[in-house]
């Protein structure tokens, strides 16, 4: 059973890069045809697909934030990283990583981030 | 991009209704759409699959189907459990993906 824990920051200036780390446990991030993504949700509202990266290293964007987004993977320390730039108060949100076919098999339990001066 | 609309926005219902929640995309998809459910404070829990397929684990009281553009979730009797947000998903277009804006189910 694969379990995913985010970290990183909870608190982030307006012009600055958010960066959040995803733990796996449970299995090898590098050893199955599988995404591994992150997904936000501003307060009160709706999910967003933020990106994803293939077991190969293949990244794929939203194409609304693609110009801000890196994902990254550590396959020594088992874990996967979002970094978004340039953020604004529009940012906000609960951040969740997540490993996934078609749609998602494994959430992570969220963390919030908010953007803030 | 592939849109992916849901309506209602929200909705009110008493415990033992039938709830209908329709999610309709900006082209066809081929059944690839997933339904979520989703409560306060907690990460998605994935109900349904392929468009009709229940995930394992999940009450019979649920229940999708639909084709090409539009497809629907259906609650048969409303248990007091199942007051939450309801999210669709396409992955047609897998590895990019679009969710619906979600439903929330209330009580009347």
New interface residues.
């Given amino acids: 059973q694969l379990q995913l824990q985010e970290s990183g920051p909870g608190l982030v200036k307006p012009s600055e890069t958010l960066s959040l780390t995803c733990t796996v446990s449970g299995g090898s991030i590098s050893s199955s045809s599988y995404?591994w993504g992150w997904i936000r949700q501003p307060p009160g509202k709706?999910?967003?697909?933020i990106g994803?990266i293939?077991y190969s290293g293949s990244t794929?964007y939203?194409?609304s934030l693609k110009s801000r987004v890196t994902i990254s993977v550590d396959t020594s320390k088992n874990q996967f990283s979002l970094k978004l730039s340039s953020v604004t108060a529009a940012d906000t949100a609960v951040y969740?990583c997540a490993n996934y076919?078609?749609?998602?098999?494994y959430?992570?339990?969220?963390t919030l981030v908010t953007v803030s001066s | 991009d592939i849109q992916m609309t849901q309506s209602p926005s929200s909705l009110s219902a008493s415990v033992g209704d039938r709830v209908t929640i329709t999610c309709r995309a900006s082209q066809g998809i081929s059944n690839s759409l997933a339904w979520y459910q989703q409560k306060p404070g907690k990460a998605p829990k994935l109900l349904l699959y392929a468009a009709s397929r229940l995930e394992s684990g999940v009450p019979s009281r649920f229940s999708g189907s639909g084709s090409g553009t539009d497809y629907t979730l259906t609650i048969s009797s409303l248990q007091p459990e199942d007051f939450a947000t309801y999210y669709c998903q396409q992955y047609y277009s897998t590895p990019t993906w679009t969710f619906g804006q979600g439903t929330k189910v209330e009580i009347k």
């Fill in positions: 995404y709706g999910l967003e697909w994803s293939y794929y939203n194409p969740y076919g078609d749609y998602v098999d959430w992570g339990q969220g």
